[in-house]
């Protein structure tokens, strides 16, 4: 079987392209390093590191429904940190600009769940500290 060495990019569809690409540019601190438009798509992408990418997507005809992580489908999309201390550090971050979060601290990491406009839910996770 072929390897793979990772994800290459995520991208999630919202409703109103201005009020994600607003949202996106204050959580990641910067704006989108691209853009795809092809017929009813207008896709912004913004770097996360190493190299991915997280495209941001806005179809001309779509529907209206908000984001259900219980529908078949995308649950959320997890943004790796080191550790615990950088996930405190992206809590600290999100309440400077205003966006809402929760710290989960479980038995296999760390965990900071952040929802965008639409509902779609964005976590940044760590691994436990190593003993």
Not at 33 to 45: A, Q, T
Not at 77 to 88: M, Y
Request: proline share 5%; hydrophobic share 40%.
């Amino acid at each position: 079987m072929p390897e793979l060495s990772g994800y290459a990019h995520v991208a999630i569809t919202v409703s109103d392209l201005d009020t994600s690409l607003a949202f996106y540019e204050k959580l990641l601190g910067a704006g989108p390093v691209g853009r795809i438009e092809l017929d009813g798509l207008d896709r912004r992408i913004f770097s996360v590191g190493n190299g991915q990418i997280l495209g941001v997507t806005a179809y001309t005809d779509g529907s209206s429904a908000t984001f259900d992580p219980t529908v078949p489908g995308l649950d959320h999309i997890g943004l790796a940190v080191s550790d615990r201390d950088g996930i405190v550090a992206w809590q600290q971050h999100a309440t400077s600009v205003g966006i809402e979060s929760d710290l989960q601290d479980v038995d296999f990491g760390h965990a900071l769940m952040i929802k965008d406009p639409d509902g779609n839910q964005i976590e940044f996770f760590a691994p436990p500290a190593q003993s």
